[in-house]
Every structure is written in structure tokens, then in C-alpha cells.
């Protein structure tokens, strides 16, 4: 049964400062991971997705890595703002068969105060 | 674009009722799944569907219920609601999940007295 970790759970930094994420999954068996950001009471927003062929995908401030064989990704923020304030979840999906769930870790949430 | 939407927003409803919750996925999406959110739980996998048929379903007790229609919009369906199924349920819709990941509705807030 595929486990996602995410730590830290909270991660409070001052703006500015460059800071990762991380998330470890139990089964490297996965077809592709994508990380999400939540902001409170909000549904997902959907902030890039690795395919598990990938080792690494970028957006503006925001680069996520995966090492699919060691079951971690990692997302990097860089000169973190307060508009980064939110929490960070990251999701896999497992290959085989007709897997179409995504598994979610419990989230990290981040604070960066101005 | 429209994105994902979900109605209503904000359900109250007693114990022992039922709930209807909708989702009409962006335009041209075929694949629509559920997740219940809780602060305990965190998400959880509820089904998911594709072309109107049930591909997977969660570890949800039968009181959960969904369908598709021909035109991708759907429903989840709560039977004899129990304190416990207050949460946030949210709908992700997808173009092709193997390539392009989910998108996800901003979800209905479901409370339970």
C-alpha cells in the first residue's frame, strides 16, 4: 500500500528566503507525482506535474525533483514571498494496472512572513 | 476557460439524510474522480470515473455512491450521513491522467449536525 510523507509538517521562513519541500513515497512503482498548493478552505491548485521518466520540472520561482528510485521529490521555492503562504501537498499515482487514484501526503504547511 | 466546478459550495445537512454533490469537469475532460478531506485523514480517494463507467473505487463504505453522464458532469451521492462525513469534497477532472495530471474543483463543504 503506497505511503507519502511530507516533512515538515510546518515550515514558517522569512520572505525572501529560498527553502524545499519534501515528500517520500513507500513505492517507487509510481506513474508520475505532482505537487499541489491548498490555500485555506480552497480546493488544489495543481503546481507541477513529474512524470516518473523526469527527474526534475520547473515553473517560474518553483522546481520540483523526483528520484523515483529512492521513492523523494522535492520542491524548491526560490525568494519566497507572503503569497507563497499555503499549504504544499504532494500526490502520486501508482502504475500498473487501472490505477487512477492519487495518493496524497498529509500536506507542509508554510508561513513566510514579510 | 472554465475550470472545475463544484455546487454547492456549502452543504448543512442533519444525520440520517442524504447528500447530492456535483461536479462538472473542464471541457473535454472525460475522467472525474472524488476525495473526501478532513483534518484527521487528510485526502482520501473516494471513486473515479471514465466515459460514464466506475474505474476505481476507495476504501468507503457503501453509503458513498457516484455516476457519470454521457456529457462527463458528475455526481457523488451520501446515504444516512453521519457526523463523521463532515469534510471538504473535492472533484478533480483530467484530459488524459497518464500525461496530464488532475485539476482539481474548489470543492463543496459538507457538515454534518
Known amino acids: 500500500k503506497q505511503e507519502v510523507t511530507q516533512i515538515p509538517a510546518a515550515l514558517s521562513v522569512p520572505e525572501g528566503e529560498n527553502l524545499v519541500l519534501n515528500c517520500s513515497f513507500t513505492?517507487?512503482?509510481?506513474?508520475?507525482l505532482q505537487w499541489f498548493r491548498q490555500d485555506p478552505g480552497k480546493g488544489l491548485t495543481s503546481l507541477l506535474l513529474?512524470?516518473?521518466?523526469?527527474r526534475e520540472q520547473t515553473s517560474g520561482r518553483l522546481n520540483a525533483s523526483l528520484d523515483k528510485s529512492s521513492g523523494r521529490s522535492t520542491l524548491y521555492i526560490a525568494a519566497s514571498q507572503p503569497g507563497d503562504s499555503a499549504t504544499y501537498l504532494c500526490a502520486v499515482r501508482n502504475s500498473g494496472g487501472s490505477n487512477y487514484k492519487l495518493t496524497f501526503g498529509k500536506g507542509t504547511l508554510l508561513t513566510v512572513n514579510p | 476557460k472554465a475550470g472545475v466546478t463544484q455546487t454547492p459550495r456549502y452543504l448543512i445537512k442533519t444525520r440520517g439524510q442524504q447528500v447530492t454533490l456535483s461536479c462538472s469537469p473542464i471541457?473535454?475532460?472525460?475522467?472525474v474522480s472524488w476525495y473526501q478531506q478532513t483534518p484527521g485523514q487528510g485526502l482520501q480517494f473516494l471513486f473515479e470515473y471514465f466515459s460514464e463507467t466506475q474505474r476505481n473505487k476507495g476504501n468507503f463504505p457503501g453509503r458513498f455512491s457516484g455516476r457519470q453522464f454521457s456529457n462527463s458532469r458528475s455526481e457523488m451521492n451520501v446515504s444516512t450521513l453521519e457526523l463523521g462525513d463532515s469534510a471538504l469534497y473535492l472533484c478533480?477532472?483530467?484530459?488524459?491522467?497518464?500525461?496530464?495530471?488532475?485539476?482539481f474543483g474548489s470543492g463543496t463543504r459538507l457538515t454534518v449536525v
Open positions: 513529474i512524470q516518473s521518466s523526469q
Open positions: 513505492d517507487s512503482a509510481i506513474y508520475n
Open positions: 471541457s473535454g475532460h472525460r475522467s
Open positions: 478533480a477532472s483530467s484530459f488524459l491522467p497518464d500525461f496530464y495530471g488532475y485539476t
